[in-house]
């Protein structure tokens, strides 16, 4: 599977930015990750494989929405009221088999895109 990234761009705090993956195949469990410089990388979103489930973390939730068109095998990323703390790098990542409640772990996922930059300043 090859994934493809992208949308990022510059807004000011508060503003929206919509990121889209693009896959050359289906779409398993999806994930969106955040990485700045010096840090890990962290979960931000993912959506499920068969229910289409969807989970968040914590700092984007009610701020940010993970969909999937299923007939485009690409997954949405739609951020609303953008904060500088925001500000990353986002990967979209993608998972065909996946263990309960780990959707949010790095190392459940075998397929990464390039990354996209997102910038949002105050």
């Known amino acids: 599977v090859q994934l493809q990234a992208y949308g990022g761009g510059s807004v000011q705090a508060g503003g929206s930015l919509t990121l889209s993956c693009a896959a050359s195949?289906?779409?398993?469990?999806m994930g969106w990750f955040r990485q700045t410089p010096g840090k890990e990388r962290e979960f931000v979103a993912g959506?499920?494989?068969?229910?289409?489930?969807?989970y968040y973390a914590d700092s984007v939730k009610g701020r940010f929405t993970i969909s999937r068109d299923f007939a485009r095998n690409t997954v949405s990323l739609q951020m609303n009221s953008l904060e500088p703390e925001d500000t990353a790098i986002y990967y979209c990542?993608?998972?065909?088999?996946?263990?309960?409640?780990?959707?949010?772990?790095?190392?459940?996922?075998?397929?990464w895109g390039q990354g996209t930059l997102v910038t949002v300043s105050s």
């Open positions: 990542a993608a998972a065909r088999d996946m263990v309960a409640d780990s959707i949010s772990a790095t190392s459940q996922y075998a397929y």
């Open positions: 195949g289906r779409t398993w469990n």
């Open positions: 959506i499920t494989w068969g229910l289409s489930t969807t």
